[in-house]
């Protein structure tokens, strides 16, 4: 049956183990799961070999940003491999992400591709740092419209811009959104952050969601914790 949750656990683990361990503990139809750079880096194909083995959506989340004919390969290449999502940056500009559209495009692969606008650890000093002088929520809305005339099909940002970009982009558009803290969880290293409930009515379409269910004692009494927030 495929997963229609909202939900995505991050396993952001090191070694393929552990990673499998947390997976073995969650439901495919419940939940879909994100594999990131480090857990990718080290365990390679193999994880999302596993995953899928075990029944998940998979959203590889390598936030790729090269020159065009790079990314798209990588895109397929991830593609190929079978996953439900994987993502660019949207600062590459619009020819990187054309690119890796019109790839997808070319070999009638159905993952679903989507660009980040402004990390959620980001502020507005982190930003004029890198030489961004405009607002935090100007660059977001900048970068999610140039996703979309550029092919994405959604974008990764917090879920206090998701009521910008739903008004800007519509709401078929994925806003897939990281920094989802639930009522029994702390906040950690990101900075714009709100509950699941909060979130989905702001607009978000999916929630990522770490350490408050993979650090959870009974990880899926979390998830359905979680699952009760939303049904509120």
């Known amino acids: 049956m495929a997963c229609t949750s909202p939900l ?6 090191s070694s393929l183990d552990a990673a499998l361990c947390m997976a073995d503990q969650l439901d495919p139809r419940r939940c ?8 990718f880096t080290r365990s390679g194909p193999d994880v999302l070999q596993a995953l899928h083995g075990r029944g998940f959506d998979v959203f590889l989340d390598l936030k790729f940003h090269d020159i ?22 949207a600062s590459g500009g619009r020819k990187m992400m054309e690119a890796a559209r019109e790839r997808l495009d070319q070999h009638d692969l159905p993952t679903h591709l989507i660009a980040v606008t402004v990390l ?18 100007a660059q977001v809305e900048a970068l999610a419209k140039l996703a979309q005339q550029s092919g994405m099909e959604g974008v990764v940002c917090s879920a ?3 009521p910008r970009v739903r008004e800007l982009c519509g709401e078929d558009f994925l806003k897939v959104t990281p920094g989802i803290r639930p009522a029994f969880a702390i906040k950690h290293d990101q900075q714009r952050i709100l509950g699941p409930g ?4 702001a607009g978000s379409t999916h929630l990522v969601i770490g350490r408050p269910i993979t650090q959870a004692q009974e990880p899926m009494e979390a998830l359905a914790a979680i699952e009760q927030e939303l049904a509120c």
């Open 68 to 89: 065009p004919n790079t990314v798209a390969s990588a895109v397929q290449a991830a593609a190929e491999q079978g996953v439900w999502m994987v993502n660019v940056h």
């Open 160 to 162: 206090w811009e998701s």
């Open 120 to 137: 959620t650890s980001m502020d507005a000093k982190d930003l004029r740092d890198v030489g961004v002088t405009c607002s935090l929520e």
């Open 198 to 201: 909060e979130a989905m009515t």
């Open 32 to 39: 879909r799961l994100k594999v990131g750079k480090e857990l």
């Open 8 to 13: 995505i656990i991050a396993l952001d683990y």
